[in-house]
């Protein structure tokens, strides 16, 4: 278990072992919320990540009784008569962090331990699978504070639930459990508390011994699709299969089929 801490000291633990990149946002006295610090510990720890050959699958967690509540809003000092340009926040930690984790070249998954909020819950929704504890809550909380969403919110989530569904939850700020997450396709499981761990321990192993390079095309297809029409989207499946086709990974999965044995990929 490696620690990365900024120079303000605020902590993320990384830990890598078995194919299983592990992020903790380690602030669980302030519910894990983003700092200057821990966003620059994020970055660091995504490259670490990218330079390990090792990994084939990340998973982002928080430590505590929470996923991460968003924003410290210590950070943003309101009593100064000094414009705050919250634009130049977004620039320059979140959408770049956004941008990076949906462009993992691995599965990411996001255990969701507790209350996801703001940011926490935008970042959540992110991840390619999201396991929540049944306790948790998503909170889509910038209309309590005059804000719109940020870390992609708006875009995610009338994709994942619809308009109104997404017009209710950022514009109510109504809190929405694990359970209804799950049941409006936001999630994709909810678990009981007491099965969460070995739930989401058992997704990290499967996805770490399979074929990463299918896994990456997977996700990256199902992504795209939501911007590409039926024929460009046929199109592109044909040269994924083409290219996959010609991966040992492909091969071996073949061959243990039709040997009824389980299958060894290496990842490409």
């Not at 983003?34 to 430590?63: C, P």
Request: glycine share 8%.
């Amino acid at each position: 278990m490696s620690v990365l801490r900024h120079a303000d000291g605020e902590p993320l633990l990384l830990s890598v072992d078995g194919g299983v990149a592990r992020l903790t946002l380690n602030r669980p006295d302030k519910l894990n919320a983003f700092t200057v610090g821990l966003h620059h510990s994020f970055m660091q720890a995504l490259d670490q990540i990218e330079a390990d050959s090792r990994v084939r699958v990340v998973l982002i967690t928080g430590a505590g009784r929470a996923f991460c509540a968003g924003q410290d809003l210590g950070e943003r000092d309101v009593e100064s008569e000094k414009p705050l340009d919250l634009g130049a926040n977004i620039e320059a930690f979140y959408n770049p962090l956004a941008r990076r984790l949906v462009g993992l070249k691995y599965p990411l998954v996001c255990a969701v331990n507790g209350v996801a909020a703001g940011a926490g819950a935008n970042l959540a929704l992110l991840a390619d699978l999201v396991l929540a504890k049944r306790s948790a809550r998503f909170i889509q909380s910038f209309a309590k504070i005059g804000l719109s969403p940020d870390c992609g919110g708006t875009w995610t989530l009338p994709h994942l639930v619809g308009q109104a569904r997404a017009m209710g939850l950022a514009l109510t700020a109504e809190p929405i459990d694990a359970t209804r997450a799950e049941a409006w396709g936001m999630i994709w499981k909810a678990v009981d508390d007491d099965r969460f761990d070995t739930e989401v321990e058992n997704l990290l192993a499967a996805l770490a011994t399979a074929p990463t390079a299918g896994l990456v095309e997977i996700k990256r297809a199902i992504r795209a699709a939501w911007s590409r029409t039926l024929d460009s989207h046929l199109d592109h499946e044909r040269d994924t299969q083409r290219q996959l086709g010609l991966t040992q990974d492909y091969r071996e999965g073949v061959r243990a089929f039709k040997a009824k044995r389980p299958p060894n990929f290496i990842g490409g």
